[in-house]
């Protein structure tokens, strides 16, 4: 039986690219969707294309039997040309969705609204589909690494906020069971890490990891945002998120087994990731 060539969009990114390595280590032929000249790994292909623009996914999808679909607008606008296009192609879509959309019909902050769009459009897209649904992702926390490496202090709000941070190799594995076999087909499975981890003890196990002191500073709500946005990340984004992060506070996400239930592996700690990263903090 010929294997399944896969494309995978988002591929330079934290998870898609953690999707083509796994992929490519276990032999099977992977495609990488890409905008300009981008690093992958030796023999894997990578093909340009733009999400933006779904007459450019046409060289990418050429003898492709599914997509990994990461979706990288704040908006489901265009979304249902692009899946049209995967349509002509290729026979199946996992989609990078949220924990925060809910099976239920209900309004929600800008990013759940546009991933709920996403979901609603790839189930009528006529594809065979999963859709994948993450809780924050640990490599998120690299956004402290800066702050880390040149005054060992990470100046963030929320240090109670607790959350169940993934690791992006448990998310590509659970993606890779989806996109290679039909264990997850019509499956919409909640995807967390092991346990809930406060953003005050995710910095002093950053800490440990890299072996020297680093300081967790609490500022307001109000200066996150202003700082955010300052930093270039867009109002909307920005209105979205620290609300959204705020209410955890008292509702904490919840944590599951899907992991090591779809994977046959427990999901990776906190604690395992930092260990991972220590590079990307300055550690030795």
């Known amino acids: ?17 953690a999707v083509v390595t796994r992929l490519h280590a276990a032999g099977v032929p992977v495609r990488a969707l890409v905008r300009g000249r981008a690093d992958v790994p030796e023999g894997v292909q990578a093909v340009r294309g733009d999400l933006g623009d779904p007459a450019s996914l046409d060289p990418a999808l050429e003898g492709v039997d599914s997509v990994f679909l990461m979706w990288p607008f704040l908006s489901a606008e265009g979304a249902s040309d692009v899946l049209d296009v995967i349509g002509k192609r290729a026979r199946r879509v996992v989609y990078l969705s949220s924990a925060g959309v809910r099976d239920e019909e209900e309004p929600g902050e800008a990013i759940t609204m546009f991933h709920t769009e996403l ?60 996109l290679t076999s039909d264990a997850l087909l019509g499956a919409r499975p909640l995807i967390t890490g ?54 955890m506070l008292d509702n904490p996400e919840p944590v599951t087994d899907e992991v090591e239930r779809i994977t046959g592996t427990p999901a990776r700690s906190f604690r395992e990731w930092a260990m991972d990263h220590a590079a990307d903090f300055g550690g030795r």
């Not at 039986?1 to 690219?17: E, F, Y």
């Open 1 to 17: 039986m010929t294997q399944p060539r896969i494309l995978v969009t988002g591929a330079t990114g934290n998870v898609g690219g």
């Open 119 to 178: 979901e609603r459009l790839v189930g009528a897209s006529g594809l065979e589909w999963t859709a994948l649904r993450p809780t924050g992702f640990a490599s998120n926390t690299l956004g402290w690494a800066e702050g880390i490496r040149r005054t060992g202090t990470v100046r963030a709000p929320l240090a109670r906020l607790a959350r169940p941070l993934v690791h992006e190799a448990d998310l590509a594995a659970v993606a890779v069971k989806a």
């Open 194 to 247: 092991p346990e809930l981890v406060t953003q005050e003890r995710q910095v002093a196990l950053i800490s440990e990891a890299i072996g020297r002191p680093v300081r967790f500073e609490e500022v307001s709500l109000d200066e996150a945002i202003e700082q955010m946005k300052a930093a270039g990340y867009p109002a909307e984004l920005v209105e979205a998120v620290m609300p959204a992060q705020a209410a």
